[in-house]
Nanobody
Framework: QVQLVESGGGLVQAGGSLRLSCAASGRTFSRNAMSWFRQAPGKEREFVAG????????YLTASVKGRFTISGDNAKTTVYLQMNTLKPEDTAVYYCAARRPNFAVVSITHSDYAYWGQGTQVTVSS
């Protein structure tokens, strides 16, 4: 059974930092894309960052470039989202997601992802 488990969310002041982790189990994702999405109240789920395990390429949405970094461990079982210089507009539930086997290309469309974590709340106070 595939499981994605996020951790690391919390409450932080504007300008602060948080590091989210997503631990994958149940299968290997060495040839899948894994990404972070977020959803704020009343808004659509949006792509934040993704990593292509097959070549290590990473992608970030424009609003977080220069502030967020996505990375993974050598075993390709855990993906991280380092979030610096957080802003109140970053407040959302953050979800980890993985594409189906052999879909290595990062997609910004949430329906392209087959596996999801339960989400972790990030709240940035002003």
């Amino acid at each position: 059974q595939v499981q994605l488990v996020e951790s690391g969310g919390g409450l932080v002041q504007a300008g602060g930092s948080l590091r989210l982790s997503c631990a994958a189990s149940g299968r290997t994702f060495s040839r899948n894309a894994m990404s972070w999405f977020r959803q704020a109240p009343g808004k659509e789920r949006e792509f934040v960052a993704g990593i292509n395990w097959s070549d290590g390429s990473t992608y970030l949405t424009a609003s977080v470039k220069g502030r967020f970094t996505i990375s993974g461990d050598n075993a390709k079982t855990t993906v991280y989202l380092q979030m610096n210089t957080l802003k109140p507009e970053d407040t959302a539930v953050y979800y980890c997601a993985a594409r189906r086997p052999n879909f290595a290309v990062v997609s910004i469309t949430h329906s392209d992802y087959a596996y999801w974590g339960q989400g972790t709340q990030v709240t940035v106070s002003s």
